[in-house]
């Protein structure tokens, strides 16, 4: 008999986002920002990269839960979303999206569909109740050094809020 003892890697390459040279799954990006606040919906936020001044810079879009969705301090949120991000992944969030509920692009069979949630962020399409954007100026290196630094209220620069 004869044994072979082999690793295979499970994954999708392209759920792969790729941040100044390292490695992050969109799936533990998406659990981190889902289980940071209460008012974000489970299963239903996507993590992708987007192409900004020649860097891949992380974009995230969440759901909002609906019975949360009249009273939701959307900065709270993003700050929550942000802080997390760069706590347990050291990653600078570039922009993100609260989406009503039920609105972000699934398959058939329930998945995100990140690719088309990416299409629908840079057109500007997506049925989003607030948004926030880095600032275009260079993220500074000391913020990239303290991630505690993103999630200073000071740092953050006001959500904006979408007519309902």
């Known amino acids: 008999m004869n044994l072979r003892r082999t690793l295979a890697i499970t994954g999708r390459l392209k ?8 490695n992050h799954y969109a799936q533990d990006i998406e659990l981190s920002a889902e289980r940071c606040h209460p008012a974000l ?18 974009v995230i879009v969440h759901e909002i839960e609906r019975e949360r969705l009249r009273h939701v301090n959307t900065g709270e949120v993003i700050e929550a979303i942000r ?6 992944h050291d ?3 570039h922009a993100v999206a609260l989406l009503r509920p039920a609105s972000i692009p699934k398959t058939s069979s329930g998945k995100i569909r990140r690719r088309a949630c990416r299409q629908d962020f840079e057109s500007g399409t997506l049925d989003a109740v607030a ?3 880095q600032p275009s100026a260079p993220l ?6 303290a991630p505690q630094a993103l999630a200073a209220p000071q740092a953050l620069a006001a959500p904006q809020a979408l007519a309902p």
């Open 41 to 58: 919906r489970p299963n239903a936020g996507a993590a992708f990269a987007l192409e900004v001044d020649a860097e891949e810079r992380l």
């Open 15 to 22: 759920d792969v986002i790729i941040v100044r040279g390292v």
């Open 83 to 88: 802080a997390v991000v760069a706590r347990e």
């Open 91 to 93: 990653l600078a969030v």
């Open 140 to 145: 500074a290196a000391e913020a990239l050094a």
């Open 131 to 133: 948004q926030w954007r």
